[in-house]
């Protein structure tokens, strides 16, 4: 089935550094791929996604390319701000269309002053 | 604003009560979905419905049911609580068919079965 693996945190850094977390899929066809984002004592929120390979979501600084040949999706941005500090989670819909989200474990970003 | 609501932030139950968590949502969205959320497991799907008054098992159901009377309404039940339902609830909705579109979700229900 499908399945979603996200580099384990957590993942501590100071402010203006470089963020990645990687993000590689298990799944038949061609999925779309999401990264949420969930703020302390927030709901998930969308921050990006893409639907086809080679496509690049972007939003808040925050950047991912779907690359079918690696399987992957890995989230960056260049210079993280204390406000960035959340818990992010990669997540995937397959081409069936029933609606369904398989999420990664989710990776806790911490960023200090 | 659009918005996902659950009726309680913090619940604390006892082995064994009947427990009803509540989701409702304002964006005329056809579909909801309900998750636990759990440390190092990220979210697991409990169930989903797609229409009013239909229900799709997701992938851990057991010990859950759920009822969707009112398209705006989504409610989980625990028949029986158990300690291993001790967890983070997550409700969510999105609109119309496929995959690509964004689920919104409510702030989450912290559930202690003691």
């Known amino acids: 089935g499908d399945s979603v693996t996200q580099m384990e945190g957590p993942v501590t850094l100071s402010e203006e550094a470089f963020l990645t977390i990687n993000c590689t899929y298990t799944?038949?066809?061609?999925?779309?791929l999401f990264w949420y984002v969930q703020y302390p004592g927030e709901g998930l929120q969308l921050l990006l996604k893409?639907?086809?390979?080679?496509d690049k979501g972007s939003n808040k600084g925050f950047e991912a390319t779907y690359r079918k040949e690696t399987t992957s999706f890995h989230l960056e941005k260049g210079s993280v701000q204390v406000s960035d500090s959340a818990v992010y989670f990669c997540?995937?819909?397959?081409?069936?269309?029933?609606?369904?989200?398989?999420f990664g474990a989710g990776t806790t970003v911490t960023v200090r002053a | 604003d659009v918005k996902v609501t659950q009726s309680s932030r913090y619940l604390v139950k006892r082995t064994g009560e009947k427990v009803f968590l509540e989701c409702v949502q304002d964006m005329d969205h056809e579909n909801m979905f309900w998750y636990r959320q759990d440390p190092g497991l990220g979210l697991r799907l409990i169930y989903f419905s797609y229409d009013v008054k239909m229900k799709e098992k997701g992938d851990i159901p057991e010990g859950y049911s759920v009822s969707r009377e009112k398209k705006e309404r989504f409610s989980l039940i625990l028949e029986s609580a158990s300690t291993n339902q001790t967890s983070m609830y997550l409700c969510?909705?999105?609109?119309?068919?496929?995959?690509?579109?964004?689920?919104?979700f409510g702030p989450g229900t912290r559930l202690t079965v003691l």
């Open positions: 893409a639907t086809k390979a080679d």
């Open positions: 997540a995937l819909s397959d081409e069936t269309g029933d609606y369904k989200l398989s």
């Open positions: 799944a038949t066809g061609y999925p779309s």
């Open positions: 969510a909705s999105s609109q119309g068919q496929g995959g690509a579109n964004e689920q919104f």
